[in-house]
């Protein structure tokens, strides 16, 4: 392994941390290789950016490693503090915070056997012969993408529920709920129509600035009116992306959520009663 094999991006302090990582793991029995992960595929890392690591480890110790693996963390350099990815879905993860230079490293720590079950293709970085590679030769990867129609059944009770919160004064779960909607809805769809990954909003500043300015229009300040202006906007384009997909839309659900959310925007959140007999 040598550093002409990194990216330009690379900066220093992350060359020298993955070198002496490298080091640390060649002389571990229980590791097969490294690959890097996220930034440092395309060659865009910068003074921001962390270090996204696969670290293929022996199928018959991958419980030792697990149980092992803040010591692990911990051999690696100056250690301030890691937590497992359970809230992302990931307890093979660990997420760690290292000092001198401060440095943030995603610590993913797989069966070799697991290589073939992966969202992107990482680079390897180093591995015991051609093992890690021939490994995930074995499956592709498969970027998991937005569901057009498991969000079109679920906007406009969304839409309808933020409502209810502005109407109630609830501000805060107000601007939770316009940003759950910009990282789970409007984000990815709007990446995938600029051709690039779903990932949330991560990057579409760059990734796609003509929709990043229309996504501005979602987001709200602390204020009740602001709220249902933003909500607006967040159906508006949403509406906008939908297009890009064949679905079965819920007119009636978005008709009588769009209604409702007028009516408590006037102040008027009653209507009337039909009685079905």
């Not at 490994?135 to 498969?142: L, P, R, S, W, Y």
């Not at 909003?201 to 204020?223: M, N, S, W, Y």
């Not at 009740?224 to 159906?235: I, N, Q, V």
Request: charged content about 25%.
């Amino acid at each position: 392994m040598t550093t002409e094999s990194f990216p330009k991006s690379l900066q220093a302090s992350h060359r020298i941390f993955l070198e002496n990582l490298i080091r640390v793991f060649r002389e571990d029995p229980r590791m097969v290789g490294v690959a890097a992960a996220g930034s440092y595929l395309t060659d865009t890392m910068d003074a921001f950016s962390d270090l996204d690591l696969v670290i293929a480890v022996e199928p018959g110790h991958h419980a030792e490693v697990m149980a092992d693996r803040r010591e692990i963390a911990a051999s690696l350099g100056s250690l301030l503090a890691a937590f497992t990815g359970e809230h992302v879905g990931e307890p093979r993860l660990l997420i760690c915070l290292y000092e001198q230079p401060l440095l943030h490293l995603d610590l993913k720590l797989i069966s070799l056997e697991d290589s073939a079950d992966r969202v992107e293709d990482p680079a390897v970085l180093w591995q015991r012969g051609e093992r890690f590679s021939d490994a995930m030769e074995v499956g592709e990867a498969v970027y998991p993408e937005p569901d057009p129609q498991w969000i079109e059944d679920r906007f406009w009770i969304w839409v309808h529920y933020a409502a209810t919160k502005i109407g109630r004064g609830e501000l805060f779960e107000a601007l939770d709920f316009l940003s759950f909607v910009r990282g789970t809805v409007l984000g990815p769809l709007g990446l995938i129509r600029a051709g690039s990954r779903p990932a949330g909003v991560r990057r579409i500043e760059t990734v796609a600035p003509a929709f990043a300015e229309q996504l501005k229009a979602t987001v709200a300040g602390h204020d009740s009116a602001d709220c249902f202006r933003a909500l607006r906007a967040c159906a508006d384009l949403y509406r906008s992306l939908r297009s890009d997909s064949e679905i079965e839309t819920g007119d009636r659900a978005e008709k009588a959520a769009m209604d409702y959310l007028q009516r408590v925007e006037s102040g008027r959140p009653e209507s009337k009663i039909k009685i079905f007999q």
